[in-house]
């Protein structure tokens, strides 16, 4: 967690044992279940606008309505490092029975190393701090991979994902590829990989992500240049698991993605 969502968390916690309330009493006062707060309070999901909101609604007298509190305004400040629409996709993320990942351009975010998840955020002109927020953001994403409620994933990159190199930094891809392979090998981890034998194909428009709930129900994350966009309409799903169905057609099988993934790597060595 980085000092940026640790101080809030920390303040938040505070706040609770100053006012000498349980999780699932303090829950309770602002309409969350115990298990919600815990989980903010030790970092397993980030605290959301709601949440601040319902806090400061509560627990700070000078809340102005709609606009909130004090930790309205921390999070304010903190969206200035790490967006709100990311903090609400990672409550979606966290939440998730299968993640389905599609990425023509890089290794998927839950599967990063840290020496490649800054070499892809090195070009955001981010300060040393935001830089620290969000490569710490990233790789506690990671931890849904390896918690005890394992999450079914499926990753699709484009082949270029696997040789674009990292200029000036030729030790990153072999280090990026092994721990690809390392993850595509567990259970509940597919990484597929699509050559370029599918010539010009629906998903080299841009990358998308399918997060399946625990009532089936199906939330969408799209990504743009300038943010990324949070989708759940009926029609954008239709069309994006259709998209889905015809990149992974154009994939390699698990065994021949792993294959690939390895003969690249010793490509990069």
Not at 42 to 61: F, I, N, Q
Not at 74 to 99: C, G, H, Y
Not at 255 to 265: D, G, N, P
């Amino acid at each position: 967690m980085s000092s940026v969502i640790g101080y809030v968390v920390s303040e938040l916690r505070l706040l609770r044992t100053q006012l000498a309330l349980s999780q699932e009493d303090f829950g309770r006062t602002i309409g969350y279940s115990a298990s919600h707060v815990s989980s903010v309070e030790t970092g397993g999901r980030p605290p959301t606008t709601e949440y601040a909101l319902a806090v400061d609604r509560t627990h700070d007298p000078l809340c102005d309505g709609g606009k909130g509190g004090r930790f309205t305004r921390m999070l304010r400040e903190l969206s200035k490092v790490d967006p709100e629409w990311l903090r609400e996709w990672i409550e979606w993320e966290q939440e998730a029975t299968l993640l389905r990942w599609y990425e023509p351009a890089w290794v998927p975010g839950l599967l990063q190393t840290e020496a490649y998840a800054r070499a892809t955020l090195a070009h955001n002109l981010l300060t040393t701090d935001q830089m620290e927020q969000r490569v710490a953001s990233r790789l506690g994403r990671q931890a849904i991979l390896a918690s005890d409620r394992l999450v079914q994933f499926v990753a699709v990159i484009d082949i270029m994902v696997l040789r674009r190199p990292v200029v000036g930094r030729p030790d990153v891809m072999p280090e990026q590829l092994a721990h690809l392979a390392k993850m595509g090998e567990l259970p509940h981890v597919q990484v597929l990989v699509v050559t370029e034998d599918a010539g010009l194909y629906p998903g080299l428009q841009g990358g998308f992500i399918l997060a399946t709930q625990a009532d089936g129900s199906v939330i969408a994350h799209l990504d743009h240049q300038a943010r990324a966009q949070i989708v759940n309409g009926a029609d954008d799903l239709a069309t994006l698991h259709g998209t889905w169905e015809t990149i992974r057609g154009e994939a390699l099988s698990r065994r021949q993605s792993l294959e690939m993934i390895k003969e690249v790597a010793q490509k990069w060595t």
